[in-house]
């Protein structure tokens, strides 16, 4: 198993990205009218994110690697904190202010994301080489707060709908949920991320466990309500 992770595990998870990306293109005519729209583009985003994520990789296969080492890049962390923490935070604001039809949750969301944002400069100002040097936990708690704050004006508002009665059938209730559950099972493990190194491959292989895992969970799930889900209204 640990041999078998070590060899296939950035292909199993590009190869689970690809496909929702290409399902996502493929039913872009069925939502293109509609907010879900946006998953799609941010799972082509995030499909070209994570393969642009191992380019220390692809400078060291091709004996480049000297162009960065020693630099703020020559680690991929930036790309994690800054456009996975980031850029989850934002799709998900995005999306559930672009739906909401409560004046008052439309505000708290607006105020709430903008909170966000200055928060997120704010450290990143004064801490700028951290967001270079490792998987950032303040940001990535962070993160999560704006998610659950989303994701709960989400749940309130369909709460206090009509739709409560067939949620089931709405692509943002898979929305809202798959990057809940995904920011709840992947942050707190940016609190070990010092010990991600070959020199403990037992953390290592744990890790890639548990990010295949809620990877595949994630994007099979959002593939799978891209095909079964009614088409939207807003």
Sequence with gaps: MEEFLKQNYFLLTYSVEFLAAVIGLILFKKYSHVAAKFLIYFLVFAFFID????YPQYLKSLNKFDLIEGTLI?????????????????????VNYKISSNPRFR?????CFIAYVVLFILYGIFNFDLLF???????????????????????????????I????????????TC????????VPIVF??????????NF???????????NFIFYLTLTIALICCRSETK
């Design 51 to 54: 393969l642009l994520h191992s």
């Design 133 to 163: 040097t490792t998987l950032n936990s303040f940001v990535a708690v962070l993160s999560l707060w704006m998610v659950l704050v989303c994701s709960s004006v989400f749940y309130v508002e369909i709460l206090q709908s009509n739709l």
């Design 179 to 186: 990057f809940l559950l995904w920011s709840i099972l992947i």
């Design 192 to 201: 070990y991320e010092i010990y991600f190194s070959t020199a403990d491959w």
């Design 165 to 176: 009665f067939q949620f089931y059938k709405t692509i943002y209730f898979y929305i809202n």
């Design 107 to 111: 505000i708290a969301l607006k105020y």
């Design 204 to 214: 290592v292989i744990l890790k890639w466990q548990i990010y295949l895992s809620v």
């Design 74 to 94: 020559e680690k991929n962390y930036w790309l994690s904190n800054i456009f996975w923490f980031g850029g989850v935070v934002s799709f998900l604001f995005y």
